[in-house]
T-cell receptor, first 112, second 114 residues
Framework: NAGVTQTPKFQVLKTGQSMTLQCAQD?????MSWYRQDPGMGLRLIHY???????DQGEVPNGYNVSRSTTEDFPLRLLSAAPSQTSVYFC???????????FGSGTRLTVV | EDKVVQSPLSLVVHEGDTVTLNCSYE??????LLWYKQEKKAPTFLFML????IEKKSGRLSSILDKKELFSILNITATQTGDSAVYLC??????????????FGTGTSLTVIP
């Protein structure tokens, strides 16, 4: 099993550009989440999903959109990139509420 | 207002020492609390704690939850240089919440000196 796969691993964007961070898992996990990690801030929840067709906002959702059309995929869209969105982004998934999350390897995003 | 608070922020110890990392939270009615280890890349899962007073153990690592006092500790005995990492606590969503989202603390950075 590949686990949780994130692409790309690195990305540089110009301010105002849009892009989609991809996340796919092959473990048939219902729950998926996106986190961003900044120095001194820990992991902060952006959006999460409890199943296909169901998404909700986390702590820091502004500037990001998500959708969950399939169980496997949970893409994160940056609508108009800003330097404040420079961060490392992690996607994570879990089977259900009784299990911890498995994390992807992360995407390092720089917005200039 | 932080939902999950970890202490200390950083710790430097010598190989062989025992360390205790702390995690406190504010939600009183919840399912579980998680501990993760993060080295250079993604966090890796250590423990999920759901019941108060029951110790979970994996090798030299152990963890326990106190639901009454709203905290958890992670113990590492006979530390090794490979234990150097950031240890993250993730707690807890309220039971009434249908999701499984967790709120992470800022972590404790552990450095083990040979």
């Amino acid at each position: 099993n590949a686990g949780v796969t994130q692409t790309p691993k690195f990305q540089v964007l110009k301010t105002g550009q849009s892009m989609t961070l991809q996340c796919a898992q092959d473990m048939n996990h219902e729950y998926m989440s996106w986190y961003r990690q900044d120095p001194g801030m820990g992991l902060r929840l952006i959006h999460y999903s409890v199943g296909a067709g169901i998404t909700d906002q986390g702590e820091v959702p502004n500037g990001y959109n998500v959708s969950r059309s399939t169980t496997e995929d949970f893409p994160l869209r940056l609508l108009s990139a800003a330097p404040s969105q420079t961060s490392v982004y992690f996607c994570a998934s879990s089977l259900d509420a009784n299990y911890g999350y498995t994390f992807g390897s992360g995407t390092r995003l720089t917005v200039v | 207002e932080d939902k999950v608070v970890q202490s200390p922020l950083s710790l430097v110890v010598h190989e062989g020492d025992t360390v205790t990392l702390n995690c406190s939270y504010e939600v009183t009615n919840f399912r579980s609390l998680l501990w993760y280890k993060q080295e250079k890349k993604a966090p890796t899962f250590l423990f999920m704690l759901t019941s108060s007073g029951i110790e979970k153990k994996s090798g030299r690592l152990s963890s326990i939850l106190d639901k009454k006092e709203l905290f958890s500790i992670l113990n590492i005995t006979a530390t090794q240089t490979g234990d150097s990492a950031v240890y993250l606590c993730a707690g807890p969503p309220p039971l009434s919440n249908t999701g499984n989202q967790f709120y992470f603390g800022t972590g404790t950075s552990l450095t083990v000196i040979p």
